[in-house]
C-alpha cells in the first residue's frame, strides 16, 4: 500500500507534552501550547502509522499508509 508522510515543526515542545491520534481521515495533534485537527487527503490505516519525534529539529514526522478499496483503478 502507498504511504505518506506529515512533517509538523514543534518548537519548543517536549516529546512527553504530544497526544497525537490518528482517525480514518483526520490528524488530531495537541500540545499545551498548541492544537492541529488536520483533515487527511486520503483514508488511511489509522492502526498501522508511525510517528517519531526528532528533537534537535523540533520536528514531529507521521508516516501513515493509505486504506483504499480495491477497483479497477486502484489494485495495489
Same mark, same amino acid.
Given at each position: 500500500?502507498?504511504?505518506?508522510?506529515?512533517?509538523?515543526?514543534?518548537?519548543?515542545?517536549?516529546?512527553?507534552?504530544?497526544?497525537?491520534?490518528?482517525?480514518? *481521515?483526520?490528524?488530531?495533534? !495537541?500540545?499545551?501550547?498548541?492544537?492541529?485537527? %488536520?483533515?487527511?487527503?486520503? &483514508? #488511511?490505516?489509522? *492502526?498501522?502509522?508511525?510517528? !517519531?519525534?526528532?528533537?534537535?529539529?523540533?520536528? %514531529?514526522?507521521?508516516?501513515? &499508509? #493509505?486504506?483504499?478499496?480495491?477497483?479497477?483503478?486502484?489494485?495495489?
Amino acid at each position: 500500500c502507498p504511504s505518506f508522510q506529515i512533517k509538523i515543526k514543534l518548537p519548543e515542545t517536549k516529546y512527553s507534552d504530544i497526544t497525537l491520534d490518528i482517525q480514518e *481521515k483526520v490528524l488530531d495533534l !495537541r500540545t499545551p501550547q498548541k492544537k492541529l485537527l %488536520l483533515h487527511l487527503p486520503y &483514508r #488511511v490505516d489509522s *492502526k498501522n502509522g508511525k510517528a !517519531r519525534f526528532l528533537s534537535e529539529e523540533e520536528t %514531529l514526522e507521521v508516516t501513515l &499508509r #493509505v486504506s483504499r478499496m480495491f477497483d479497477f483503478i486502484n489494485f495495489l
